[in-house]
């Protein structure tokens, strides 16, 4: 009978398909999928066949939609259809008797750890693990206490108190256009250039439009937290 036995199946290696299918989505490079994580995905998680390993890369290179369709299958569009899956391949009995419990519960569980980790994003700070309702992307990739930290550094204006994000900076500067007339007698304006002045800036908040800073550098270093800068003088 050798390895596949009716009824005694030998089982998956749950932690080596966790492992690889959390780094496919922790890199979003599903280059890095392999054979073993492939075989459970294809076979049991409602993917037509992509009849290659190298095939079902192609058609998987946006690491979103592949998030999305280990949840649902390619036959669905309900988040919790693999899931229901991998629940029945536990309980069912006709299953457990072909297959054996050991096999069965092994596929259900190394189904359950690949939708966890569809489900599962990496602060792009901290790469702390968080755990989302469907796999969504974090705000701005980041997790609850690096968000927190970002707003708790941002810098005040000083002269309306706003939290400011970005500062707006003017420079003086000319604009050259050749001037011509077309056919019908119309000016034609055809930028050519922009030509800068005598460098002088005005960095203002974009809140109240009052001038903060009339150099980049201290812009720079209010951007980055620093307190106690000196404003422009007279305003
Ligand atoms: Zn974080
Ligand atoms: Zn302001």
């Given amino acids: 009978m050798g390895k596949y036995e009716a009824g005694n199946w030998p089982p ?11 780094l496919v989505l922790r890199t979003g490079d599903i ?21 290659s390993l190298a095939g079902f890369g192609d058609e998987y290179q ?7 369709k280990l949840q649902t299958s390619e036959m669905s569009r309900d988040y919790n259809h ?25 596929k259900a569980a190394a189904m359950k750890a ?34 927190a930290k970002k707003v ?7 002269k309306c108190g706003k939290k400011i994000e970005r500062l707006r900076l003017y420079e003086d500067a000319e604009v050259l256009f050749n001037l011509s007339v077309d056919g019908t007698g119309q000016l034609v304006y ?16 974009p809140h109240c439009q009052q001038e903060l800073f009339d150099d980049e550098l201290k812009a720079m270093a209010f951007l980055n937290g620093a307190k106690q800068l000196e404003l422009v003088k007279g305003t």
């Fill in 12 to 22: 998956y290696n749950v932690k080596a398909i966790e492992q690889n299918i959390r």
């Fill in 31 to 51: 280059r890095k999928l392999n054979g073993k994580t492939y075989h459970v995905i294809s076979q049991h998680m409602g993917f037509i066949a992509h009849y």
């Fill in 62 to 68: 946006d690491i979103e939609e592949f998030r999305r």
């Fill in 82 to 106: 693999t899931t229901l899956q991998a629940v029945r391949e536990e309980t069912d009995s006709d299953f457990n008797t072909w297959y054996g419990p050991a096999y069965q519960r092994s």
């Fill in 114 to 147: 690949i939708i966890r980790a569809a489900r599962t994003r990496w602060c792009k700070e901290c790469s702390k693990e968080v755990e989302t309702q469907f796999g969504e992307p974090l705000p701005e990739g980041l997790c609850e206490q690096c968000t």
């Fill in 152 to 158: 708790a550094a941002q810098p005040v204006c000083p």
């Fill in 190 to 205: 055809d930028r050519k250039d922009i030509i800068y002045g005598d460098g002088r800036q005005s960095i203002e908040c």
